[in-house]
């Protein structure tokens, strides 16, 4: 493959990508409005849990562009075979390695500070208080069309990178 053909597959698995995180963005907006409706008395637990998704996909944008310029080498064969987004997750999770992760840390201030967050996030988080607020919300109409509306945009962006 060429380099300007790398170059645009890249540029086209990061368009997908980006609209995947958007996509989770809004879900993760939906559910947290459904579980703040039924528990006002959670509010707290809830926006640290939610607040925690959020920076999660956060951190998957920032290692997911760090991937992307070791992909763009034309030595590294990773990229062909970021055919779903199932694979590109694992890339920037299961099989995220340390040096990956100190590197990033040690030069990009936002990820490190991301990180740090994310740290103080779980320390103050109480999963049992959510249980029943995440439940409910799962019932919720609003809930449930935008799970609706995100698995197809899932599977929109399956199928765009399976055409790369």
Known sequence: MSEADRVRVLSRVSDVWRRYIASKRRLISAAERCCLRGWPDRTAEIRIAFRLQALFCDVELIRFAHRVTLWANPSDTTYPSLTNLAVISRAIQQDWEDGAETALQQTHPTYKALVQEIEGCRASMSPAALTNPFRDAQRDPE???????????????DRELALL
């Open 143 to 157: 809930y449930v069309e935008a799970r609706r509306v995100a698995q197809a945009e899932l599977a929109d962006c």
